[in-house]
T-cell receptor, first 116, second 111 residues
Framework: DAGVIQSPRHEVTEMGQEVTLRCKPI?????LFWYRQTMMRGLELLIY????????DSGMPEDRFSAKMPNASFSTLKIQPSEPRDSAVYFC??????????????FGEGSRLTVL | SQQGEEDPQALSIQEGENATMNCSYK?????LQWYRQNSGRGLVHLIL?????REKHSGRLRVTLDTSKKSSSLLITASRAADTASYFC???????????FGKGTKLSVIP
């Protein structure tokens, strides 16, 4: 299996620009998660999907952030407009089951976003 | 918040020594998991321990869980330079099915 695939690996953009991060989960995994990692706040869960449906988006910081999962093999996280404080590493992860019932997360390599 | 806290924040040891990292959490849990993150890479699952388990082994890894103290420890025996990474505990709280991560322990193993 190729694992969770994220793109781009690095993105540098200017404040106000739209940013789209992409994720391909592991085939057969019903759950997809978007996390953000910063030095100050550590790993934060932004949103997760079950069978392509958003279940909990309470971690999405602002309306500038949106996430979609149009099919089982693709998800996007969009920031519009971007701000310097959005600079972070964004991880996508997938799993067969939720952690509460013993599921483990498989992470992608992350997308490092720098907003100037 | 269910966020756990790892202790120490950073640890530097010589190759061959054992490394112990601790994790505390605030609420009752379904299970607790440990992950490793190499610099610039994604997190990799190491081991899961359920709330009704006290100890679990996987190769050179040993994890303990003390639910009365709301704490867990990860022991890496006979450390190698390749073990240099950040280690995170993550808990799934009772009533929540998601994982909440701590801020990690940065382990450096000196050859």
């Amino acid at each position: 299996d190729a694992g969770v695939i994220q793109s781009p690996r690095h993105e540098v953009t200017e404040m106000g620009q739209e940013v789209t991060l992409r994720c391909k989960p592991i085939s057969g995994h019903d759950y997809l998660f978007w996390y953000r990692q910063t030095m100050m706040r550590g790993l934060e869960l932004l949103i997760y999907f079950n069978n392509n449906v958003p279940i909990d988006d309470s971690g999405m910081p602002e309306d500038r952030f949106s996430a979609k999962m149009p099919n089982a093999s693709f998800s996007t996280l969009k920031i519009q407009p971007s701000e310097p404080r959005d600079s972070a590493v964004y991880f996508c992860a997938s799993s067969r089951r939720l952690a509460g019932v013993g599921g483990e997360l498989f992470f992608g390599e992350g997308s490092r976003l720098t907003v100037l | 918040s269910q966020q756990g806290e790892e202790d120490p924040q950073a640890l530097s040891i010589q190759e061959g020594e054992n490394a112990t990292m601790n994790c505390s959490y605030k609420t009752s849990i379904n299970n607790l998991q440990w992950y490793r993150q190499n610099s610039g890479r994604g997190l990799v699952h190491l081991i899961l321990i359920r709330s009704n388990e006290r100890e679990k082994h996987s190769g050179r890894l040993r994890v303990t869980l003390d639910t009365s103290k709301k704490s867990s420890s990860l022991l890496i025996t006979a450390s190698r330079a390749a073990d240099t990474a950040s280690y995170f505990c993550a808990n799934s709280g009772a009533g929540s099915y998601q994982l909440t991560f701590g801020k990690g322990t940065k382990l450096s193993v000196i050859p």
